[in-house]
């Protein structure tokens, strides 16, 4: 039997650990896998160059992409050089359907008769504005199915209404090779960053839909000794350094930017994470790649109820009302007052990845998935059989 000749694309694989999933996928017995990214992405955080992972299983191909300082508007250029008649069998967007790379996307899997699916992490059923409505029409009615990408993801896009029956429910997953306990690694790092007492950790954006001024507010009722470890950038990066300086805890609070892939030795220097995610009237949490992160290398969770997080923590982490600051006070003080409560968390979470999570985990789910799409008929009839396009 000929192998199954998928294409992947997405802006996120500009970032080599953003690919472990499809270097999972690539490894799996009848899968020939190509995987395509900008050459170049402004991300939220700093400026991305593409990549390169030479030792996967995998094709890398580059192409430039324009407006990348715009989600909603850049797109790729001379994507159907790859996307052509013949070359794949199923073309898998990593791309939301309203936006321009989507869309692109799409119609040329249109143009090339090649089997069509997408993932989005849209939590809210959102009405968007013409050309966008329009370019999500073209995917839905294109799209052979669909991957949501958390459980809140599926049934609100599924009450809307409009998107194609086969849908299935699979989660961000965390490298099991780079995400992994190592306390002695962690005690070094910390004595390296002079923080003492217990460390909470935040990593993401630095910002208020991030629950950074509940968090502030919820701190200074937490007995000390403590300390704070944030990871990432944005506008409330010197916000909280202000915060720090007036309150005495500069000694106490650091703030930090580092490479994706030095995030998980900066986790291991972590007791806990907290991921305060406060829902806004356009967005609530999505996911919450960090709380994973911090399951697969053994540390504490605590996090809000917005959107995703209480199905991603389950019972293997604390759930607290988002926008309640004494709640959240509580919540951390009973951690940072009981290392067996912190241990017994930590162990919960691990397990929990190991079980759901983990890139091998995530990528299986992946393949059966395509595997199903194969056998969905088209409304037009465009597309080929996986004999005909071999």
Request: proline share 7%.
């Amino acid at each position: 039997m000929k192998p199954l000749r998928v294409v992947s694309i997405g802006h996120s694989y500009v970032v080599g650990l953003n690919r472990a999933v499809m270097a999972r996928v690539a490894r799996l017995p009848g899968i020939e896998l190509t995987v395509v990214a900008p050459k170049f992405f402004y991300g939220d955080l700093r400026p991305l160059h593409l990549e390169d992972s030479p030792n996967e299983a995998y094709r890398l191909q580059g192409l430039n992409a324009r407006l990348t300082k715009y989600i909603h508007c850049f797109y790729y250029e001379r994507l159907r050089t790859i996307i052509a008649p013949g070359a794949f069998d199923l073309v898998h967007a990593w791309e939301e359907p309203y936006i321009v790379a989507g869309f692109q996307i799409a119609r040329a899997a249109r143009h090339a008769g090649i089997r069509y699916m997408f993932r989005t992490a849209q939590s809210l059923p959102k009405a968007y504005p013409p050309p966008f409505r329009q370019f999500e029409k073209f995917c839905l009615h294109e799209a052979a199915g669909w991957v949501a990408g958390g459980t809140i993801v599926q049934r609100s896009l599924q009450a809307r209404g409009g998107y194609p029956p086969l849908s299935e429910v699979i989660t961000l997953a965390v490298d099991e090779e780079d995400f992994y306990p190592d306390e002695a690694e962690g005690e070094a790092l910390r004595r390296q960053l002079g923080l003492t007492g217990p460390v909470i950790g935040f990593v993401g954006r630095l910002t208020a839909a991030k629950g950074l001024d509940i968090l502030m507010e919820a701190l200074e009722k937490v007995p000390p000794p403590w300390s704070l470890l944030a990871l990432g950038s944005g506008p409330h990066g010197a916000k909280l350094q202000t915060w720090a300086a007036a309150r005495g805890l500069s000694d106490r609070v650091k703030v930090l930017l580092v490479p994706h892939d030095e995030v998980p030795r900066y986790l291991r220097a972590m007791d806990l994470l907290v991921a305060p995610s406060q829902t806004t009237p356009n967005w609530k949490e999505q996911f919450g790649r960090m709380i994973i992160e911090a399951f697969a290398t053994k540390i504490a969770v605590i996090g809000s109820d917005s959107g995703e997080i209480p199905f991603v923590i389950d019972d293997a982490g604390l759930v607290v009302p988002e926008a309640d600051p004494s709640a959240w006070t509580t919540a951390i003080a009973s951690l940072l007052e009981s290392t067996e409560h912190r241990n017994r968390l930590a162990e919960a979470g691990l397990e929990r990845c190991q079980s759901l999570y983990t890139s091998t985990r995530v990528a299986n789910r992946y393949v059966d998935f395509y595997h199903r799409l194969m056998d969905v008929p088209h409304a037009s009839g465009v597309f080929r059989s996986v004999t005909e396009a071999s």
